[in-house]
């Protein structure tokens, strides 16, 4: 089964979208990195979406959901590189990232959970 | 008459199928294709590929399994794109409580009806209990 590759930097956990995912994708996604914070105790979590030019619903929950599950293991969950075009449409979607950190870029979310390292 | 059978597409109408995850994928990806050719900007082409992500995958879920049309539209002043979903499924017993932000049945968002019409130009809605739904956007640009 294809699976989006989840790296581990220390006590942080760091995952590059790159790939246009189907809704199966992105609920393996979920499921291992759910299962990977609990197995690292990694105490922080760092989506790279700089490659999506699509976040619908359905991965904006996935994002939720995992920052959410993070949080009960306490870890915490940085979302870098969204591409303002995505940006405008999730405020349009009306879909607010609710316990989602985000930053600009990888340097910047790696130093926002700078404390895990 | 919609909603006895999927709506048919009207000629020049790219049709896709929505039977399963990959397709909505597949769909996006066409959708994109055709923004592009239109001359949409990004923007514009990214609300209405999340607006046509969103219908898909209610059109998969909730209507198990339907279609997708994508149909470049020409009027004088202006060009567009009409997307069209549409599903033999159960149908939609209570429009406006579907379209209210974050009713859900099926233990999603509840984004995805009420986001694709702020996202789109033009929204159009037919369902019908036990015969299917019928949901159409359109988004226009300046020819």
Do not use: C
């Amino acid at each position: 089964m294809e699976r989006i590759p989840i790296l581990r930097m220390g006590k942080l956990l760091l995952v590059t979208i790159q790939v246009d995912m189907h809704d199966q994708l992105a609920m393996t996604l979920q499921d291992d990195l759910t299962e990977r914070i609990v197995k690292e105790k990694a105490t922080g979590v760092l989506i790279d979406i700089s490659a999506l030019d699509i976040v619908d619903s359905f991965i904006g929950r996935m994002i939720s959901n995992t920052a959410a599950m993070a949080k009960i293991l306490d870890a915490k969950t940085v979302v870098v590189g969204m591409q303002p075009a995505v940006a405008i449409t999730l405020v349009e979607l009306g879909l607010t990232l609710d316990g989602v950190i985000t930053a600009l870029n990888v340097e910047r979310g790696i130093s926002l959970l700078g404390h895990t390292l | 008459m919609y909603g006895e059978k999927l709506r048919s597409a009207p000629a020049g109408s790219v049709v896709l199928p929505i039977k399963n995850d990959e397709d909505v994928v597949r769909l996006r990806k066409l959708v994109r294709e055709q923004l592009i050719s239109i001359g949409f900007g990004l923007v514009d082409q990214t609300k209405m590929i999340t607006a046509a992500s969103e219908l898909a995958r209610n059109t998969l879920k909730y209507g198990k399994g339907g279609e997708g049309h994508v149909l470049k539209l020409k009027e004088s002043t202006k060009v567009g794109v009409e997307l069209v979903f549409t599903d033999d499924g159960p149908g939609i017993v209570d429009i406006d409580l579907a379209l209210t932000d974050g009713y859900t049945s099926g233990g999603g968002l509840g984004l995805g009806l009420s986001g694709a019409k702020r996202l789109s130009d033009e929204f159009n809605i037919e369902t019908e209990i036990g015969l299917g739904t019928t949901v159409i956007i359109r988004k226009w640009k300046a020819a």
